[in-house]
């Protein structure tokens, strides 16, 4: 060993780096294989199929880009990209900031705040797919509560069918997402303030700032790059909805609030409606392909935003 040192020495130093890097190399290696497992030889599995017909029984066979070619022209598909959309915009352009005010509410000196914090965060212990079926018999046209408090109130003197209009159904939907999902985000930003540092807020209170401006001025700011990852969490955990959706609508009315990853679970599953029984695993393939590039291009579209956005402003 001291025949390969180097006489200023430099030879331990590489040898001590190169311990290093081999730790971290060993640490990162079981994620590492998971990822490649389960992660990225599924996906060259699904994008083989996607060139096939193919049942889950049968021998795949070649088809080329026919599945492709039927996807764009495919409208029941494209309107559950539209509705992915939707929801990938009004979920988070809500969540977020309202979870932040809760945030900075159960961060200021007010009685029962950890009771709050529990309580808010308590639905992302429990299965959204349980929940989404609580919420659906809230709504439900016959017995639901919904519908009850209403006639209590001698708002309505007929039940309503909460998910027979396309946009109450979505709306509902949406306040499941808020109600199930604030919690999390909320605990995110928690954790952000109370780091922030107080000699800041002093200065400011000692120069007169309100709670307004302190908020506006320092408070956000300092909680860019959080915000950053928290709306590119929620906007993808928006475009990857499936199970909530599934328990609450599952696509009703008529397939209006039906998202990508329901349509590609129809098509691998259930043969994919219009009286077919058969799984067409090949065209499900295919569309789960196209839906993985329509969320990365969102994806991406978002981080060359802000990216851009760091960079007018110096940040």
């Known amino acids: 060993m001291n025949k390969l040192m180097k006489p200023d020495g430099s030879g331990s130093a590489a040898s001590k780096v190169s311990k290093t890097h081999l730790g971290d190399y060993l640490m990162i290696a079981p994620t590492g294989v998971l990822f490649i497992v389960f992660g990225f030889l599924p996906i060259l599995y699904i994008l083989g199929y996607s060139f096939t017909e193919y049942n889950g029984f049968s021998d795949p066979k070649w088809v080329g880009l026919l599945n492709y070619w039927r996807c764009f022209q495919d409208i ?14 009004l979920i988070p352009l809500l969540q977020i ?3 932040l005010v809760i945030a900075v509410i159960l961060n200021g000196k007010i009685r029962g705040k950890n009771f709050f914090r529990v309580t808010y965060f308590l639905p992302n212990i429990t299965s959204s797919a349980v929940m989404g079926i609580i919420f659906y ?3 439900a046209t016959d017995n639901g509560i919904a519908n009850a408090i209403l006639k209590t109130l001698h708002l309505i003197s007929a039940n309503i069918d909460w998910f027979s209009n396309e946009w109450v159904a979505k709306w509902i939907i ?3 997402r808020l109600w199930f999902g604030i919690g999390f985000y909320m605990v995110l930003f928690l954790a952000a303030l109370q780091r922030l540092p107080l000699d800041i807020y002093e200065s400011a209170q000692i120069d007169g700032a309100n709670t307004f401006v302190t908020f506006t001025k320092i408070t956000l700011p300092m909680l860019g790059d959080l915000f950053k990852v928290i709306t590119a969490l ?3 955990d928006a475009m990857k909805l499936f199970d909530s959706i599934k328990a609450i609508t599952n696509g009703a009315p008529a397939g209006k609030t039906e998202v990508m990853t329901m349509y590609i679970y129809r098509y691998f599953f259930e043969g994919g409606g219009g009286g077919s029984v058969v799984a067409q695993e090949g065209y499900a393939s295919a569309v789960s392909i196209i839906a993985t590039i329509i969320v990365a291009a969102v994806a991406l579209l978002y981080m060359n935003f802000t990216k851009n956005e760091a960079d007018e402003t110096g940040g």
């Open 76 to 89: 029941g598909w494209w309107q559950t990209v539209i509705n992915t959309v939707e929801f990938g915009l």
């Open 97 to 99: 900031p309202l979870a």
């Open 137 to 139: 018999f809230m709504f």
């Open 174 to 176: 949406v306040l499941f």
């Open 234 to 236: 929620s906007i993808l």
